[in-house]
């Protein structure tokens, strides 16, 4: 008796590993985050998690900025990635400022040695985020990190819909995962700019 097929045989499934499976805040959700207020919420994460937002900062990064990292005269935000400086050349970050994000800095006190946002550990931040995404009634699994995935994909949906032309230029070297990685080269820094008209909706 002839021996019966095996239908799965050299059948293989292959994973997408460049598919974003992480949640992500559109703009839309960003702004019904901002809206959102409550009874003892953090006001400190609130300023700090907006500010990550729409600057694509990790949390090691936005808990150790000082005051000496603002250049108010020229409105630029300058510091070097915790993550990337002792093993990098191209550690160093350069963001433009609008008003709304300075209007979050606030002004220089006496003593620029000072934290921006005197933020307590990435699990307590997280959950105090966690809680406010409920309250906003936005039905996703957000943690601090993913603030900085979803400034990194509004980026490519603005060019998608303002500056095709660009997008077609800057994905044929660029994956997602690459513009999540290296938020400090030339390319995103031009990127950020066209970002302007999109972060004056800070308030």
Known sequence: MEESKDPCKDITCKVDSQMLRKDVLSPE??????????????????????????????????????????????????????????????????????????????????????????????????????????????????????ARHSFAVNILNILLSHHPRMLLLFCATATIKSVIQDLSNTVLLNLFYLLLPYLSTIN
């Open 29 to 146: 959700e960003v702004q019904k985050l901002m809206a959102c207020h409550y009874d003892n919420e953090n006001p400190t994460v609130r300023q700090a998690f907006i500010f990550c937002l729409y600057c694509g900062l990790r949390f090691c990064n936005v808990k150790d900025l000082t005051f000496k990292n603002v250049d108010y005269a020229n409105r630029l935000l300058k510091f070097e990635q915790s993550k990337a400086k002792e093993h990098s050349a191209s550690s160093g970050v350069v963001i433009p400022l609008n008003d709304g994000l300075l209007s979050i800095i606030g002004e220089a006190p006496t003593d620029k040695n000072c934290l921006i946002f005197d933020l307590s550990t990435y699990e307590s931040c997280c959950k105090s985020v966690k809680r406010w995404v409920k309250r906003a009634g936005i039905d996703k699994h957000i943690s601090w990190h993913l």
